[in-house]
């Protein structure tokens, strides 16, 4: 059983930061990748970004790349998704989720488990 617990989301003005925290327990794979997905109202879930835990591998949605950066705690098994530069569009739940294996995959089904998300919403 693994359990993937969010936090850090909240209201922001457009251009502003905020920086989102999963927290993982469990019976964690030794080889696993982490990974971020959001889902705005009415829209499919999407891939935003995702690292592998022990080479910290990354790879990242186009519509983040340079504003956004995943990160992992070794320690305290935690990941984190810094988000710079929010735009409305940003506006979603955000998700983590795990997978084993070593290829940080952007394909939702890929991922084993879930967190119950946290939202971000991003003011014009």
């Known amino acids: 059983q693994v359990s993937l617990v969010e936090s850090g989301g909240g209201l922001v003005q457009t251009g502003g930061s905020l920086r989102l925290t999963c927290s993982a327990s469990g019976r964690l794979p030794g080889t696993r990748v982490m990974a971020w997905f959001r889902q705005a109202p009415g829209k499919e879930r999407e891939f935003v970004a995702a690292?592998?835990?022990?080479?910290?591998?990354?790879n990242y949605a186009d519509s983040v790349k340079g504003r956004f950066t995943i990160s992992r705690d070794y320690l305290r098994d935690t990941v984190a998704l810094q988000m710079d530069s929010l735009r409305p569009e940003d506006t979603a739940v955000y998700y983590c989720?795990?997978?084993?294996?070593?290829?940080?995959?952007?394909?939702?089904?890929?991922?084993?488990?879930w967190g119950q998300g946290t939202q971000v919403t991003v003011s014009s």
């Open positions: 690292i592998t835990w022990r080479m910290r591998n990354t």
């Open positions: 989720a795990i997978r084993e294996g070593t290829i940080p995959k952007s394909l939702a089904n890929e991922y084993m488990s």
